[in-house]
């Protein structure tokens, strides 16, 4: 039996680092970082009837969606020890998501192993075609030496690297006033490869939630002054994610940008951590993948270029599922996606 809260914060990061399956999505400063832009953030914990200590929780994120309604989403969690906490926090959670009208809650478990379809369907969870994070990705094996993990990558990526140490690129991690002049380096490097990207504000927020805390860095390549390239890698117990980089688009023959995510790779070794995720390729196989990265730049084809010469082992998460709490408003918001995606299909 179990005890439900809401924990504090602070409680709740120390348990998300303690945790096998910990991710940077349930990390408090991410429910904060979210908050500022929309989101409601809500946290439900277990403790035993006995303890105060928690042993399951998670972080789950609530966002209006017009008259629609508000759209609950739980990214990568819930973290639990036991399987039978599934029945005393589920409940929770739907509760939760009901007193603040929500109309369904999306979850995502992210790469989770054990769930089967048939449980699925007892927790009343429909498979669904929308999905928020990427559900494909390269995660690098960190639990070697830096001579393993260069063994691992392919032969380009390595003399790339070499490359930039030998054309005088340097590596140092950026502070506060480098966020500017980071941004700025986003902003041109979604133009030049049609994605979009966050406003300047965003990484600010981002770098004073988690980089004090020692949860990120942001790494950049420079090159006599210049900055070439930059990184901002997160961590969250043993594992480890690169969610933004940019490169600029000069001097792009001195391979700035892998400078800098090697010097990502070796930060986030340095402190503990057993995997390195490169957060995002295309969704498809690898044979496909293979025959299709050197002439496709739509979507996230034009990064796995780059992603898949780090030695990362392609992996597809569970995937995404929507729980209905009012039909009608779910087939209104599936409704406004296909206008959506009508609307960015090309010509």
């Given at each position: 039996m179990y005890r439900i809260v809401q924990p504090a914060a602070a409680d709740?990061?120390?348990?998300?680092?303690?945790?096998?399956?910990?991710?940077?999505?349930?990390l408090p400063a991410w429910g904060s970082l979210k908050a500022a832009y929309g989101w409601?953030?809500?946290?439900?914990?277990?403790?035993?009837?006995?303890?105060?200590?928690?042993?399951?929780?998670?972080?789950?994120l609530l966002r209006p969606l017009g008259r629609v309604g508000k759209l609950a989403y739980l990214p990568m969690g819930p973290l639990l020890g036991a399987d039978d906490q599934w029945d005393a926090l589920w409940p929770a959670l739907h509760r939760r998501a009901g007193r603040r009208r929500a109309f369904m809650l999306k979850w995502e478990p992210g790469h989770a192993a054990g769930y089967s379809a048939q449980q699925f369907e007892a927790w009343r969870f429909r498979s669904s075609d929308h999905s928020i994070q990427?559900?494909?990705?390269?995660?690098?094996?960190?639990?070697?030496?830096?001579?393993?993990?260069?063994?691992?990558?392919?032969?380009?990526?390595?003399r790339k690297i070499r490359l930039s140490?030998?054309?005088?690129?340097?590596?140092?991690?950026?502070?506060?006033?480098?966020?500017?002049?980071?941004?700025?380096?986003?902003?041109?490097?979604?133009?030049?490869?049609?994605?979009?990207?966050?406003?300047?504000?965003?990484?600010?927020?981002?770098?004073?939630?988690?980089?004090?805390r020692g949860n990120a860095a942001l790494w950049l390549a420079e090159h006599q002054g210049q900055l070439l390239a930059g990184v901002m890698v997160f961590r969250a117990g043993r594992q480890a994610w690169y969610l933004y980089g940019a490169s600029a688009s000069q001097k792009r023959k001195l391979m700035a940008s892998y400078a800098a995510q090697w010097a990502a790779i070796r930060w986030a070794r340095d402190r503990g951590c057993h995997s390195y995720d490169l957060w995002g390729v295309p969704d498809a196989g690898l044979v496909t993948l293979e025959?299709?990265?050197?002439?496709?730049?739509?979507?996230?084809?034009?990064?796995?270029?780059?992603?898949?010469?780090?030695?990362?082992?392609?992996?597809?998460?569970?995937g995404a599922f929507d729980h209905v709490y009012n039909p009608l408003l779910h087939r209104l918001y599936r409704v406004a996606l296909a206008l959506r995606r009508r609307g960015q299909a090309p010509a």
């Open positions: 709740w990061e120390l348990f998300v680092h303690g945790h096998p399956r910990a991710h940077v999505l349930q409601q953030v809500v946290r439900v914990g277990l403790t035993p009837l006995d303890s105060s200590e928690l042993v399951a929780g998670a972080q789950m990427p559900p494909r990705s390269l995660i690098i094996d960190l639990r070697q030496d830096e001579e393993g993990i260069l063994a691992r990558m392919n032969q380009g990526t390595r140490h030998k054309h005088g690129v340097r590596c140092r991690q950026g502070g506060a006033a480098d966020l500017p002049a980071f941004a700025q380096l986003m902003s041109e490097t979604g133009e030049r490869n049609a994605f979009g990207v966050h406003e300047a504000d965003y990484y600010r927020r981002a770098f004073e939630l988690f980089v004090p025959a299709g990265f050197q002439t496709r730049r739509d979507g996230l084809w034009g990064v796995y270029g780059f992603k898949r010469g780090w030695g990362g082992e392609l992996r597809r998460s569970a």
